[in-house]
């Protein structure tokens, strides 16, 4: 951990993985419900983003725009970052486990655990 603590590079990692699910929670996830409604968007079914209305402001144009929404979310990483860094390592982590699991049940690795069990056969 000292390690980390000491190295921008790792940093830099964390804060984008953190950047990305912050984001994602903010902008498409039901936990921040809440949060969309209260930013004029109406979520016509509440699971599905391609069926909710932004309205067209400034607010609307950033929780549409995944983009424009990181940029947003990445200033706040920032912040957090030079106050209080460790307060972005549950969503990095996070990220990293999400990645991980679409990794894990991506096609390509399901047939690569295929060909190596057929081989030890």
């Given at each position: ?63 549409h725009c995944f983009w424009c929404g990181s940029v947003w979310?990445?200033?706040?990483v920032t912040l957090i970052l030079l106050i209080f860094p ?36």
């Amino acid at each position: 951990l000292m390690r980390f603590k000491n190295s921008p590079f790792m940093w830099l990692i964390a804060g984008g993985l953190a950047t990305w699910r912050i984001t994602s929670i903010i902008q498409k996830e039901e936990i921040a419900s809440p949060i969309r409604k209260a930013a004029g968007i109406t979520e016509l079914d509440e699971e599905d983003p391609n069926y909710w209305i932004y309205p067209d402001t400034f607010i609307g144009k950033v929780f549409h725009c995944f983009w424009c929404g990181s940029v947003w979310a990445g200033f706040g990483v920032t912040l957090i970052l030079l106050i209080f860094p460790p307060l972005i390592l549950p969503f990095a982590l996070s990220a990293l486990a999400i990645l991980l699991k679409d990794w894990l049940d991506s096609d390509e690795y399901i047939e690569e655990l295929e060909r190596d069990e057929s081989n030890d056969s």
